[in-house]
């Protein structure tokens, strides 16, 4: 039925159970031909008829359009903010409850807006949770919708962007370009910079560096010509990415500190933590030398990150980020246990960043003269890095792996790392 339909069926519903006919419902502002028009769904009742029948009828507006009352649409509203909140401040499993009830609401079903919003949220919240293959599911479910174009990019941000997490980089790059490239392609937005940086993480993923620095430097044009806070901060961050993976160490740390003083002066909490870590892995790839001052940095993002609403991935980077810095700074054991809490919060095996948990233990470890246990360590990399497609990242950990293992005198595990670095590189 479509709303027109769905509208004068429950405006002739409700007048029979008030005992009224079409014609002392109509008059004396309508005439009783037009009532029965309404009713069986061949006119659309502009909103000042629909506000003049509700008050004939003595039922609310918000019947009449959605099929709730005010006070059932009240505490649904009231019910999406709760859920919100929960997301914003990091509750993430409080959030999912609330969203995924949210969603069973049977009043839900014909408020398309409220109910794709309750969606999305879930996405965001089983995204969070580290639930990558559902979060994408209900994203797929959303785009096969018709959205409005802001919460169509939206998804297409965090549908990329779980794409990448899963290390399935040829279908985050799709939703991606989808939306960029060819001639449809609309104005840049602020919404449309955040997704072309997800897009260029991906490019980086995949190892496609000269399309990545390219696009880098359109996404930097885009921003300064927006001139928003919100498309500089996204431009910056993933540009100094760029930048880093390509070699170009000052431009990485001067576009990291451009992104996070804006983001300081203008962002929310989450994303000023997460520009923090980014500053900190930038300088941590960059100058070993700096590592003490990068440890510190971290260790009070810690708290920071407690108190907003970064994912379970942003946290466990953060602890993995800071276990690599007290390894540089030689303070092996905060090294060792925060590698632990980094990898725990990480779901079990097919993800690189718990490889790079296991490989920093196995060297940890390997320091402090437990060659075995250092070498338990590098075999259990093997578990998070095979289910992984091959990308230049599986590279680079197969690689690391593989020169581990000889430091820990096991020549043939390091043998077949090496040849599954050069298998995931194409050689």
């Known amino acids: 039925m479509t709303t027109s339909d769905l509208v004068g069926l429950r405006i002739k519903t409700v007048r029979r159970q008030r005992g009224l006919s079409q014609a002392q419902l109509a008059h004396p502002e309508l005439s009783d031909s037009y009532v029965s028009l309404i009713e069986s769904g061949k006119r659309t009742p502009t909103p000042a008829v629909l506000e003049l029948l509700a008050g004939k009828l003595d039922c609310s ?167 928003t806070p919100r498309s500089i901060v996204a431009a910056n961050w993933n540009a100094s990415i760029v930048a880093r993976a390509t070699g170009h160490n000052d431009e990485a740390v001067a576009f990291a500190e451009r992104a996070l003083a804006v983001q300081v002066e203008h962002g929310q909490p989450r994303n000023t933590a997460r520009m923090r870590l980014a500053l900190a892995r930038t300088r941590l790839r960059v100058g070993a030398q700096d590592a003490a001052g990068v440890r510190d940095m971290l260790r009070a993002a810690v708290a920071e990150f407690e108190q907003t609403s970064t994912s379970t991935f942003d946290q466990a980077n953060l602890y993995v980020e800071l276990a690599c810095a007290e390894y540089m700074a030689n303070d092996l054991d905060k090294a060792a246990e925060h590698a632990v809490t980094g990898r725990n919060l990480l779901p079990e095996f097919g993800h690189a960043l718990g490889a790079e948990a296991n490989l920093l233990l196995g060297r940890v470890y390997g320091a402090v003269g437990r060659v075995a246990e250092g070498r338990e360590h590098a075999v259990a990399v093997t578990n998070w890095l095979t289910p992984l497609p091959d990308s230049r990242r599986s590279a680079s950990a197969w690689y690391a792996t593989a020169e581990t293992m000889e430091q820990l005198g096991d020549t043939d595990g390091a043998v077949d790392a090496y040849r599954r670095a050069l298998a995931c590189a194409g050689l």
């Open 61 to 227: 507006l918000s019947y009449l359009i959605n099929g709730v009352t005010a006070e059932q649409m009240e505490d649904i509203e009231l019910a999406l903010g709760y859920a919100r909140l929960a997301l914003e401040n990091g509750e993430v499993a409080e959030a999912r409850t609330r969203f995924a009830e949210l969603l069973r609401n049977s009043n839900l079903a014909g408020l398309t807006t409220l109910r794709q919003e309750a969606e999305f949220g879930l996405a965001l919240a089983t995204e969070a949770a580290g639930d990558l293959d559902e979060a994408i599911s209900i994203m797929l479910r959303l785009r096969e919708e018709e959205l409005p174009a802001e919460r169509a990019i939206e998804v297409a941000v965090a549908l990329c962007r779980a794409y990448r997490e899963s290390a399935r980089l040829s279908e985050a790059v799709e939703v991606a370009e989808q939306l960029l490239s060819g001639n449809a392609r609309q104005s840049w937005t602020d919404l449309l910079v955040e997704l072309g940086a997800t897009l260029l993480a991906a490019y980086l993923e995949r190892g496609d560096m000269l399309r990545a620095r390219q696009f880098a430097a359109e996404l930097l044009n885009a921003a300064d010509a927006l001139g």
